[in-house]
């Protein structure tokens, strides 16, 4: 079993910054590729961002590339989204997830989620 935690989100004006976390339980992180899923009121969820169980490759989708860095700690069990450059279409809630892809189906473990939101 596989918990995941996400912490960091909140209120910030556009062109502002947030860092979000995501703290996992059991001993899978390290060997485990992560992401970072968005979902906007009355939109799917879609795919941010993803990074190899050893953090050499990561993958962004283009309406955040070049703004956010994903990265993660496997000594601390933590993964993390640094978000600059933020705009009001960034709102969400954000959840990270355990797998490879760029599709839900590719996740197995799912955390709650937390609230990004930005204010123009």
């Known amino acids: 079993q596989v918990q995941l935690v996400e912490s960091g989100g909140g209120l910030v004006q556009a062109g502002g910054s947030l860092r979000l976390s995501c703290a996992a339980s059991?001993?899978?992180?390290?060997?485990?590729?992560m992401g970072w899923f968005r979902q906007a009121p009355g939109k799917e969820r879609e795919f941010v961002a993803r990074?190899?169980?050893?953090?050499?490759?990561?993958d962004y989708a283009d309406s955040v590339k070049g703004r956010f860095t994903i990265s993660r700690d496997n000594a601390k069990n933590t993964m993390y989204l640094q978000m600059n450059s933020l705009k009001p279409e960034d709102t969400a809630v954000y959840s990270c997830a355990r797998g490879w892809g760029v599709t839900i189906y590719d996740y197995d473990y799912w955390g709650q989620g937390t609230q990004v939101t930005v204010s123009s």
């Open positions: 990074i190899s169980w050893s953090g050499s490759s990561t």
């Open positions: 059991g001993r899978t992180f390290r060997n485990s590729a």
